[in-house]
């Protein structure tokens, strides 16, 4: 009988063997993730989407991912993985939060019928036996129901990959998520690269209400000019994969900034970064905010592009 937020702080959920949320609550689902930090046990998330088509089962045996990794992982999958794109463009019109949950078999707007319901909530508790019997890698499963003809039934599953989190440097409120795959693409090409400077585009998702900017798919074009200590990127290709990019992601996932590498010195923002990425800001980022990337073979800074700078270039 008590709201679940203010009951949630005051346990101690170190008694229990398992958390298992069925709120399918975004706020629910970050509460959890807040509490759950210094504790080893497992967490499930479980939820239905897509007017009960589609159920989601997030597992959590490690403090490594948070709430929002499982999703926005789910959101880069959809740029290759047609049952997760077309997932997200039947929800985009019902999303609240960036975060994208689900409808609970509760909710007043949502008639499930008892098939559809124990369908999704069985193949849940088999994934919950297989978390308590071994030791799982956080993992989320999309187990879809009547999506091609009636009866059909399948499960998919994704393990979530290592995400590292870069705070800002000119603002530590703020942090960056990027998967360690991806950066670690990103370094090795400032390594090949030498000398040169070398850079991409970059799309992803900025959070601006949890000040989280996820890192998700970045497109370097065959035509950039690469010299020491200047780089212009080129666009061949771009437009055409950034359309696509956004398109298949529902427009979760769009251009938020560029990346480029510093082959000698400093990691943070020259003159000529300020004034390139603030125009770049101004004239082509669809966000308020934006994001720079600046990156060597083994080191990487993010710098958080705001809004209402407005850069003056004035000659002596």
Same mark, same amino acid.
């Given at each position: 009988? #008590?709201d679940?937020?203010?009951?949630l702080?005051?346990v101690d959920?170190?008694? *229990?063997d398992?958390?298992?949320?069925a709120? @399918?609550s975004?706020?629910?689902?970050?509460?959890?993730d807040k509490?759950?930090?210094?504790?080893?046990i497992?967490?499930v998330?479980?939820?239905?989407?897509? @007017?009960g088509?589609?159920?989601?089962?997030?597992v959590?045996? $490690?403090?490594?991912?948070i709430?929002s990794?499982?999703?926005?992982h789910?959101?880069?999958?959809?740029?290759?993985?047609?049952?997760i794109?077309n997932w997200?463009k039947?929800?985009?019109k019902?999303?609240?939060d960036?975060?994208r949950?689900?409808?609970?078999c509760h /909710?007043?707007?949502?008639r499930?019928?008892?098939?559809i319901?124990?369908?999704?909530?069985?193949?849940?508790a088999s994934v919950?036996?297989?978390?308590?019997?071994k030791?799982?890698?956080?993992?989320a499963?999309? /187990?879809y129901?009547n999506?091609e *003809?009636?009866?059909?039934v399948?499960? #998919?599953s994704?393990? +979530?990959p @290592?995400?590292i989190?870069i705070k800002? /440097?000119?603002?530590d409120e703020?942090?960056?998520?990027i998967p360690?795959?991806?950066l670690? #693409?990103?370094?090795? #090409?400032a390594?090949l690269?030498?000398?040169?400077?070398?850079?991409? *585009?970059?799309?992803?998702n900025?959070?601006?209400?949890h000040? +989280?900017?996820?890192?998700l798919?970045?497109f370097?074009?065959?035509? $950039?000019?690469q010299?020491?200590?200047k780089?212009h990127?080129?666009i061949?290709?771009w437009?055409?994969e *950034?359309l696509?990019?956004?398109s298949?992601?529902s427009g979760?996932?769009?251009?938020?900034?560029d990346w480029?590498?510093?082959?000698?010195?400093s990691?943070?923002?020259?003159?000529?970064?300020?004034?390139?990425?603030?125009a770049?800001?101004?004239?082509?980022?669809? $966000?308020?905010?934006?994001?720079?990337?600046?990156?060597?073979?083994?080191?990487?800074?993010?710098?958080?592009?705001i809004?209402? +700078?407005?850069?003056?270039?004035?000659e002596?």
């Amino acid at each position: 009988e #008590e709201d679940i937020i203010q009951w949630l702080p005051k346990v101690d959920i170190a008694n *229990y063997d398992i958390i298992i949320d069925a709120t @399918a609550s975004a706020s629910v689902f970050r509460l959890v993730d807040k509490i759950s930090l210094g504790t080893s046990i497992p967490i499930v998330h479980f939820a239905l989407s897509d @007017a009960g088509n589609i159920g989601h089962v997030y597992v959590n045996t $490690s403090r490594e991912s948070i709430l929002s990794d499982y999703y926005m992982h789910l959101v880069h999958e959809s740029i290759d993985n047609d049952d997760i794109s077309n997932w997200l463009k039947r929800n985009t019109k019902h999303s609240l939060d960036i975060v994208r949950i689900g409808e609970g078999c509760h /909710s007043n707007t949502t008639r499930l019928g008892d098939e559809i319901v124990s369908t999704h909530t069985g193949i849940a508790a088999s994934v919950i036996k297989g978390v308590l019997s071994k030791k799982n890698e956080n993992t989320a499963y999309l /187990s879809y129901v009547n999506i091609e *003809y009636e009866g059909q039934v399948f499960t #998919e599953s994704y393990r +979530i990959p @290592a995400f590292i989190n870069i705070k800002c /440097s000119n603002n530590d409120e703020w942090q960056v998520r990027i998967p360690k795959s991806l950066l670690n #693409e990103i370094q090795l #090409e400032a390594k090949l690269a030498g000398k040169k400077e070398v850079g991409g *585009y970059l799309m992803g998702n900025i959070d601006v209400k949890h000040k +989280i900017i996820y890192l998700l798919h970045q497109f370097k074009p065959a035509d $950039s000019k690469q010299k020491i200590s200047k780089l212009h990127l080129g666009i061949k290709g771009w437009r055409e994969e *950034y359309l696509r990019v956004k398109s298949r992601s529902s427009g979760v996932l769009d251009y938020i900034g560029d990346w480029h590498s510093h082959p000698s010195g400093s990691l943070d923002m020259s003159v000529t970064d300020i004034l390139t990425n603030y125009a770049i800001k101004t004239s082509e980022i669809p $966000s308020e905010y934006g994001i720079c990337l600046i990156a060597n073979s083994h080191q990487t800074k993010a710098h958080l592009l705001i809004p209402g +700078i407005d850069v003056v270039v004035q000659e002596l």
